[in-house]
């Protein structure tokens, strides 16, 4: 995975660390243990962190002035120090977070043009829309290794920490939201009865974005299909430049709102029922979608389907396979 460095410990002095970097870390972050006689035999070097064990094999860097290492996604604060064969170094204490940091964009209040005069037919008729509350959404899509830190698994078909993560249902995604609300201290937004699930409007924890709310976000004060350079090989992963898989988040443009992959990579999950006609007949104010309903609405387009699905109006309502479905998260501001 990683080769030693020429830069050795010929005496086979003990270890000895003196510095970790950055001060304090969430699981899945990149760390540096710096230190002096590191790399002697680091063939036998192991970095513990609170009784984990990360072996040289599977950091990023190893030499005699510092080692490079993703924290596992189950570490926890406490010691750190090193042992290569039958030498233990001294040890820090080090801080890792125990939940997960997301970077949050205000969304202001304002109205858009919803939907489409010339898409699909679920995507009619264009009619304007008020969002009246200014949000909060997240920067990116949420990713395995923020998904792993709440629901301590992982369901994506093609694993990494900075994919989005990826086959999961409107469900898992409200359950996502009610836990991580609790991380953070924050009332949830999801209240859970008799297998029904009601929205708690004036929550302050984190939920799923109304349609209208991710339409309005995703275009970003602009009528464009694709928000930000308009053209779709800047702004987002689609069967035709993504070889049908998943890309690390943030690796497009943002819109102009600095929101990033709002065209396509995964598709994400929105509060509302899917209503055939509910854009005849939804209000101009905070539409929350209809009261019932069979299937709930994903936005967005995906890593494996084409640039219309990808389109800002465009939506969809799976019945199943959820196979390319994640989520993007708000709370009210």
Avoid at 22 to 32: E, N, Q
Avoid at 50 to 64: D, H
Avoid at 65 to 80: C, D, E, M, Q, Y
Avoid at 92 to 98: H, P
């Amino acid at each position: 995975m990683q080769s030693c460095s020429d830069d050795v410990n010929e005496a086979n002095e003990p270890p000895h660390i003196s510095a970790i970097e950055p001060a304090k870390a969430s699981p899945g972050d990149i760390i540096t243990i710096y230190g002096s006689n590191l790399a002697y035999n680091p063939a036998e070097g192991i970095v513990r962190i609170n009784g984990l064990s990360i072996p040289y094999t599977e950091t990023i860097k190893w030499n005699n002035a510092f080692i490079r290492l993703h924290l596992p996604l189950t570490a926890k604060s406490g010691n750190v120090f090193i042992v290569i064969g039958k030498d233990t170094s001294n040890s820090l204490s080090y801080e890792i977070e125990d939940k997960p940091a997301i970077e949050l964009l205000a969304i202001a209040a304002g109205e858009f043009m919803m939907g489409s005069g010339q898409g699909f037919g679920y995507e009619q008729p264009l009619h304007k829309v008020s969002i009246s509350t200014d949000f909060q959404m997240s920067k990116y899509e949420i990713t395995q290794k923020i998904w792993q830190l709440v629901m301590n698994d992982n369901p994506s078909s093609v694993k990494s920490a900075n994919l989005p993560v990826m086959n999961i249902t409107w469900n898992d995604a409200v359950e996502f939201c009610n836990r991580l609300s609790k991380l953070y201290g924050l009332d949830t937004a999801y209240i859970v009865k008799n297998n029904k699930i009601e929205l708690s409007a004036a929550s302050t924890g984190f939920r799923l974005p109304t349609e209208a709310e991710w339409e309005y976000a995703c275009r970003a004060g602009t009528k464009s299909d694709f928000p930000g350079s308009g053209k779709i090989d800047e702004m987002g992963w689609y069967n035709a430049n993504s070889a049908y898989n998943p890309h690390p988040v943030g690796t497009k443009k943002a819109n102009n709102w600095g929101l990033f992959d709002m065209n396509g990579n995964v598709w994400e999950w929105c509060w509302d029922w899917y209503g055939s006609d509910y854009y005849s007949v939804s209000p101009t104010t905070d539409p929350q979608g209809p009261a019932t309903g069979k299937r709930h609405v994903l936005r967005g387009g995906s890593c494996s389907d084409g640039a219309t699905f990808a389109r800002s109006s465009n939506r969809t309502f799976p019945a199943k396979d959820f196979t390319h479905c994640g989520l993007r998260i708000v709370k009210n501001k």
